[in-house]
């Protein structure tokens, strides 16, 4: 792309054409406000506060909406300038309440900073308090309140809505002072397209759009920001955590927009029930005592028990679960050998090759996606943000896709109204390779579609069209460090492997990290494995679920909790802790320093899986609330989906 020549108060500037002269002027750290300008959204051009001096035209343009040219002269800070900016701010100032004191959004509003910066503004106009009120608008919701008055019609609620998530579920209603943004239907939490990502409310300006969990709590200025990586899911996207050092308040989008109602709504996961220190037969010890007791558990009887890893452990605690096998003989498995491994295994048998996943840019430049099975948009919701065109700084990438879904529940991928092949396990693979590809496709398929052999299979037919050009296939856990859990160990055993040796006495003791076990077998085969079992360990962060049933419970970190490294689906990333706390990592050493080298530990071979199909395997329909055992502790989360299952049942009814 050809560059051009541009001068901004005096100084020269060179960057590509199509660039606005905003992001232009930003290059020289140059302060241009605005109210309803973001990178990622369409260019709106409506609050006129970006106003700047094109000294060729005489004439003040706005910044955010205007290219550059070559040769071009701007200045941002004249007379005229300031004069617009501060008369606009007046206007705005004019019909805004001055409610500071009560509003969530002081100490990171931008009306408030740019008045601030600007000066004190002088109410020219003959308007009394009564004046300033206008229409109401309850959205009724549980999370979310909208204050009309505070309102400042920049619009990017409504934009952010459609051009990011894709839901469409905000609009403007009314025209002029009487315009107030409402929800497509109400109530709002089970009649709307809302998908909860909270994304209206932080790109708000102003306190317009408010997160109701979050009201009068506490005050911006009181909080620290952690940015870290979500461990909701597989995509990782980056989060802001606020917090006092204790407790999180909320977590929040950073600039990249990319977030859903699992970070959003499920930050009070943190809070409930959990288990600081260790349980011993159901009573409270300290979690030394817990870690001694799993010690003599293991130094006892290796060769009789098995570790059950969990795809939401970060790599330092898998490396280290992978030293305790090395070191004692003990047995490795995790339930990713009934979802990710088999699919994996069922690609490199037939390409020969290990699969790689594709880059996010070979998903926005796809013309058309096809989704397999589970609805990626439950799963997954993020990636659905990029199935339509993108926006960055005022350009548009990529193309808005052609949509088809193959399965038997479609779900929030509605909302790009996409063809539909009903198709149920695994006959709905067959349709895809019926199917022709003659424009540029990603095949997206989700782990949690298949299990064991069907799985196997499924990867044998995706590794056939990884073959065929314009195809490009995205294999999606739902998990957070699935990838992670398959690269980093070796020696992993398929999980009714494990099942069957204890049913036939051979191992006697399991250890399980975490609880998205459950998430995959039936509870009564279940609960059948548990009786025959000598010991349970568990390690989790909660004190009810596994955690009762166990005979030793060591309390573990949730992902905001960690410093850890993750392989997502956009590999390696590095995740912050918000506290002090003991880590999970850190209770897997504390195992191992402890353990007693096994000579004649059996070492563990990697050989081929067998996979087989089990009656006991559960298909459980995963919707947009709904992340693996967490979202099970989050008030948030289980409200939304209580409210949603009880208008279901009515409307069966």
């Known amino acids: 792309m050809k560059n051009v020549k541009v001068i901004i108060d005096g100084t020269q500037i060179e960057v590509p054409e199509n660039t606005t002269v905003l992001e232009a002027a930003k290059k020289l750290n140059k302060i241009i406000p605005t109210f309803c300008y973001h990178p990622k959204l369409p260019i709106y051009g409506g609050c006129r506060m970006c106003l700047v001096y094109e000294k060729k035209w005489k004439t003040t343009i706005i910044a955010c909406g205007t290219k550059v040219y070559d040769g071009m002269e ?23 309440p001055l409610d500071c004191p009560v509003c969530d959004k002081a100490g990171e509003c931008d ?34 309140e909208f204050v009309s008055n505070r309102c400042v019609l920049c619009l990017r609620c409504v934009s952010v809505c459609k051009n990011v998530v894709g839901a ?26 809302c998908e909860f990502c909270g994304l209206c409310v932080d790109i708000c300006p102003v306190g317009a759009i408010i997160f109701k969990p979050f009201k009068f709590t506490t005050r911006a200025w009181l909080l620290k920001e ?48 959990r288990l600081r220190g260790g349980l011993f037969n159901g009573n409270p010890v300290s979690i030394e005592n817990a870690v001694e007791n799993t010690i003599q558990l293991l130094n006892r009887s290796p060769n009789e028990t098995a570790l059950i890893l969990s795809p939401y452990s970060g790599n330092y605690s898998l490396e280290t679960a992978k030293k305790i096998s090395e070191k004692t003989g003990i047995k490795l498995s995790s339930s990713i050998t009934l979802t990710l491994k088999p699919v994996l295994d069922g690609f490199y048998s037939e390409t020969g090759k290990k699969y790689e996943i594709p880059k996010i840019e070979e998903l926005i430049d796809a013309e058309r996606v096809v989704i397999i099975g589970n609805d990626i948009a439950n799963t997954n919701p993020v990636l659905s943000y990029y199935f339509h065109r ?22 929030r991928i509605l909302k790009y109204f996409p063809q539909i092949i009903h198709g149920e396990n695994k006959d709905t693979l067959k349709d895809l390779e019926n199917m022709s590809f003659d424009k540029k496709t990603a095949v997206i398929y989700s782990t949690h579609f298949l299990k064991g052999n069907k799985a196997f299979e499924a990867g044998k037919i995706l590794g056939k069209l990884s073959n065929k050009e314009n195809i490009s296939i995205f294999i999606v856990p739902p998990e957070r460090n699935a990838f992670g859990v398959y690269r980093t160990i070796d020696s992993l055993m398929y999980l009714p492997d494990i099942f069957r040796k204890i049913e036939e006495g051979e191992i006697k003791n399991v250890i399980i990290i975490g609880e998205d076990l459950l998430e995959h077998i039936d509870d009564e085969y279940m609960n059948s494995i548990f009786s025959r079992l000598e010991n349970i360990v568990t390690i989790t962060p909660f004190e009810d679920g596994l955690a009762l049933s166990s005979h030793i419970a060591l309390g573990s970190s949730l992902w905001m909790e960690e410093d850890e490294e993750i392989w997502g689906l ?36 990697t050989e081929d899986t067998l996979y087989y199909d089990c009656d ?25 989906k209580m409210k949603n299952a009880l208008k279901e049942r009515i409307i069966k009814e």
């Open 226 to 273: 952690t940015v870290s990586y979500c461990g909701m899911c597989s995509l990782n996207c980056p989060v802001s955590i606020d917090h006092d050092g204790k407790k999180i308040y909320r977590i929040r989008s950073t600039a990249d927009l990319d977030i859903c109602c699992g970070a959003y709504l499920g930050y009070d996961i943190s809070e409930k029930n």
């Open 390 to 411: 993108l926006n960055f700084e005022g350009k548009e990438i990529g193309k808005d896709k052609q949509i088809t879904y193959i399965g038997s529940n479609p779900d």
């Open 168 to 193: 469409d579920a905000l609009f403007q209603e009314e025209r002029g002072f009487e315009t107030v943004i409402s929800p497509d239907r109400k109530p709002m939490d089970t009649e709307s397209r």
């Open 616 to 640: 006991y395997f559960i298909y459980p329909f995963i919707e947009l609330w709904d992340f693996g055992y967490f979202s099970k502790r989050s008030d948030n989360l289980m409200n939304l």
């Open 570 to 605: 956009w590999g390696p990333i590095r995740t912050r802790s918000f506290t002090n706390i003991i880590q999970e990592k850190n209770v897997l050493n504390m195992i191992y320093e402890k353990l007693i080298q096994k000579p004649v530990a059996e070492e563990m071979k």
């Open 74 to 96: 701007i200045e941002t800070e004249n007379e005229e300038v300031k004069k617009d900016r501060k008369f606009i701010l007046e206007m705005l100032f004019t019909r805004h």
């Open 111 to 144: 009306l408030q900073n740019w008045g601030t910066y600007y000066g004190p503004q002088i109410n020219n106009t003959p308007f009394t308090p009564f004046d300033k009120i206008r229409p109401e608008e309850d959205w009724e919701s549980d999370y979310f």
